[in-house]
């Protein structure tokens, strides 16, 4: 079927000012992805999961002008003892960067698998990003695969000693990045990868992601600082038998981001856990997008989503759990709530369940209010300034979330920056 004129017409405007790169073993799969792109055009509004988000400044041909954040706050993580990976706008920094190597991982650079006919990630480029194309369209994924410039492969093969930190530097006003990410998590292998920076003016990132039999993956991200920057961002994952999937996002600022997350149980007792904070202020709009398919027997899902809301902010939640034939004994939870601290922000959520399985444990909930004008009553009244009661009660509401990040540390550093944050916008 053709496309309409409009979106052809978005489209082919998009793809004039995109190069692709000289490709190497991976070279089928960007033009796979092409086709793809070609196929389905980039999204419009009429677009069943975009409704709720414009997509008008992600596939615009130039990217639009993000002022560079002045402040010299720290990113999230920086007193961790950690390996630094760091890009400005997007290319790869060697001399922010630390040594690639460390015992239980090897690391290579995506320009350098491109050089290769021959690497491990050839067999895992693009394949997750073509299957989450189904039964829901992700074009401006497509689009990353087909066109990224950067990255890195990552291959677990023991426990790393340290967490692989992705520190994306923005640099310039009118920077416009793709990166794409390939790991590889072998059986009974266990790392950590934490992302953290604003990373450009736009940033299309992909991320794929294979968990072996018995191995785990913790991914904790933190998007925030320039609050101009507009994001997509995607995450496709499949878990093998017995292994562990757990992300946090946190995100403090950006007039537009979309966080996508396309998780397959494939083996028998896997277990995902994808969970989420997000504090908005004024312009600003968070849409979480996230597709859960369980297709192998007694597998764990949650989604916990948490979004605070003022002066005007957009959240936007889309989940989704589908349950194939066979899939018995599931267990997936979803939980989405917003905190509207005015009358003038919005939540939009469009919970769902697919069960094909009749021995399974499903639910989903989707709910928005405002502070618990009791529990700010009782605070108030031990004392506790009005702002200082809000915030308490803000952290509270969104403790469920961030009591998914398994490692206490991180935890506690995604709570200081939330106080901090919330004490620059009381």
């Not at 070279?27 to 793809?36: K, Q, T």
């Not at 920086?78 to 630094?84: P, Q, W, Y």
């Not at 997750?128 to 291959?155: C, K, M, Y």
């Not at 003038?344 to 444990?361: C, G, M, R």
């Amino acid at each position: 079927m053709a496309l309409p004129e409009v979106k052809q017409t978005a489209t082919e405007a998009r793809l004039a000012t995109l190069t692709m790169p000289d490709a190497g073993c991976t070279r089928a799969a960007r033009e796979d992805a092409l086709a793809r792109v070609l196929e389905m055009g980039l999204p419009g509004r009429r677009d069943e999961y975009w409704k709720y988000t414009r997509p008008d400044s992600l596939v615009v041909p130039d990217a639009t002008p993000a002022a560079v954040f002045a402040d010299d706050e720290s990113l999230v993580f920086s007193e961790f003892d950690r390996l630094k990976i760091v890009f400005v706008d997007g290319v790869f920094n060697a001399d922010e960067s630390d040594d690639l190597s460390m015992e239980g991982v090897s690391i290579d650079r995506l320009e350098d698998i491109c050089c290769k006919d021959i690497h491990w990630a050839k067999d895992l480029y693009g394949v997750l990003e073509a299957r989450g194309q189904t039964p829901v369209q992700r074009p401006l994924a497509a689009l990353n695969t087909a066109f990224a410039s950067d990255g890195v492969a990552i291959h677990v093969t023991g426990k790393p000693s340290k967490p692989i930190n992705l520190i994306y530097r923005h640099a310039s006003a009118t920077s416009d990045a793709i990166l794409h990410h390939v790991i590889r998590v072998e059986s009974d292998a266990e790392a950590t990868i934490l992302e953290t920076g604003p990373a450009a003016s736009r940033f299309n990132k992909c991320m794929e992601i294979d968990i072996a039999d018995n191995g785990t993956l913790h991914h904790v991200r933190a998007q925030g600082r320039d609050h101009e920057r507009r994001a997509a961002t995607h995450m496709f994952t499949r878990l093998g038998q017995e292994s562990t999937y757990k992300s946090f996002t946190l995100t403090v600022n950006g007039v537009l981001t979309r966080n996508e997350q396309v998780i397959e149980l494939t083996g028998d007792d896997a277990v995902a856990h994808v969970a989420g904070a997000c504090v908005g202020d004024g312009d600003f709009h968070h849409d979480d997008t996230v597709f859960v398919t369980h297709d192998a027997v007694n597998c764990e899902s949650r989604q916990v989503f948490k979004k605070v809301l003022r002066n005007g902010a957009t959240g936007v939640f889309q989940g989704k759990i589908l349950v194939k034939e066979g899939a018995q004994k599931t267990d997936g939870y979803q939980i989405s709530q917003s905190l509207l601290l005015d009358d003038d922000s919005q939540f939009l959520a469009k919970p769902e369940l697919e069960i094909y399985a009749d021995d399974v444990a499903c639910s989903h909930g989707s709910t928005s209010g405002a502070i618990d004008e009791t529990a700010l009553f009782y605070l108030r009244s031990r004392g506790v300034p009005v702002k200082d009661a809000t915030n308490m009660l803000t952290l509270a509401f969104l403790a469920e979330a961030v009591d998914e990040i398994e490692d206490e540390a991180l935890a506690e550093a995604i709570v200081t920056r939330l106080e901090g944050w919330l004490s620059r916008h009381s």
